[in-house]
């Protein structure tokens, strides 16, 4: 009989099936590599429904620790990450539940509109402006996820953010595809209201031009003009003054 794979680098090239096995049989190997390679799509599963990221990773922990002790149960009739998925789901719904902050999710697909927060600016450590852009667009883009309702938002994270196609979301949710593509749809104008609302009042502030760099380029234009002598239409010497 073959030497079985111990090492995460070793077994990083197995199906989850296959680690689903090894784990049965004792692989913490295995084990973790399962939560490396699905740690992403869950943690996003999870936020979307609790909108809180220490939340989310409760829910996460005990999704993890439900699924290991139920290993047995999986039978690879759906994929690990639908499995998965599915008790995420049901984790977060429980959490969110028993806080009482929940709506019904069938209840929410009646609604047109959520509240459209305003997206503040955030202070980044970083000068460069294309840096701090791609971080405000980012900023803009998460809160407007959240400020959509759950079955949408939930929905929109799994097949826009994650990727997955509408079977899968309807797997791993319980839901009807059409009603996937319903919810998603739906996501997708309220986005769409929310970003354009945040976009138009923003526009004054678009193409900055500000210090350090406003700064360093007046300096070195005024450098070049004073290298440039009298000639120029601003003398050298008005400029030192």
Request: aromatic residues 4%.
């Amino acid at each position: 009989m073959p030497e079985q794979p111990t090492s995460e680098l070793e077994l990083s090239g197995l199906v989850d099936a296959e680690l689903v096995r090894l784990a049965r049989e004792g692989s913490a190997s295995a084990l973790r590599l399962i939560v490396r390679r699905h740690n992403q799509q869950l943690y996003r599963v999870a936020r979307a429904i609790v909108r809180d990221d220490a939340e989310a990773e409760d829910v996460m922990q005990e999704a993890y620790l439900s699924a290991f002790r139920h290993l047995a149960k999986f039978r690879a009739d759906a994929s690990l990450s639908t499995w998965l998925t599915r008790i995420v789901v049901n984790k977060a719904v429980d959490r969110r539940q028993r806080a009482n902050i929940m709506l019904p999710w069938d209840t929410l697909d009646r609604i047109e509109q959520p509240d459209v927060a305003v997206l503040p600016d955030r202070a980044s450590e970083f000068d460069p402006e294309r840096t701090v852009a791609r971080s405000q667009i980012r900023d803009l883009l998460e809160r407007a996820i959240d400020n959509l309702p759950e079955p949408f938002r939930v929905v929109f994270v799994m097949r826009m953010v994650e990727q997955l196609d509408t079977k899968e979301t309807a797997s791993a949710l319980g839901l009807p595809e059409e009603t996937v593509k319903t919810r998603l749809h739906r996501a997708k104008k309220l986005m769409r209201k929310q970003v354009q609302t945040t976009l138009a009042s923003a526009l004054t502030d678009t193409f900055p031009f500000q210090d350090p760099r406003c700064a360093a380029f007046t300096d070195a234009l005024l450098a070049r003009l004073v290298e440039g002598g009298t000639d120029q239409s601003v003398t050298a010497a008005s400029l030192k003054r």
